[in-house]
């Protein structure tokens, strides 16, 4: 089973504001840059509470009928979630990911910087695709915290795009 990060961050680190916002990333995604192609390639997806109830904000649930997991130790309500395919976990992310192996899953996105970080440290990650934005906005939620050792990284590509957004590829080395 692979896992694989796929996220927008300004050019000073952060992935919202320290409020959650993100208007400050481009509206829709921005032009074309590669996510429709990876989110294609998921099959699950794990995010954390909070970002949960940012999704559930948008007009349109973002992540069709992919399985989505919401890592929360306190009971959700998924009421409001329109067509998607959502269940709840809680555990560390060793415990997540042996779960989902054991489910079936075969390629999982995992998104939102609390998730994001925890996957990191427990080296459970095997690809980061960072798209910065054009802008600095001075302070946010990082998309990095605290790490107990390096998180050494193989970089695979870049690719910059006419709105200056510029999209990164690593692969995470064992």
Known sequence: MKVSVFIGASVDGFIARPNGDLDFLPEGGGEPHGYAEFIASVDTLVIGRKTFETVLTFETWPYGDRRVVVLSSRPLDFSAVRGGIVEQMAGP??????????????????????????????????????????????????????????????????????????????????
């Open 93 to 174: 992310p060793a415990e997540i990911v042996s779960k989902l192996a054991a489910s079936g899953a075969r390629h999982v996105y995992v998104d939102g910087g609390i998730t994001i970080q925890g996957f990191l440290r427990a080296g459970l990650v095997q690809r980061l695709i960072i798209t910065r934005v054009p802008v600095l906005i001075g302070e946010g939620i990082p998309l990095f915290g605290a790490l107990t050792r390096d998180v050494r990284l193989h970089h695979l590509a870049t690719q910059h795009y006419p709105s200056g957004l510029v999209k990164s590829e690593y692969q995470v080395a064992s």
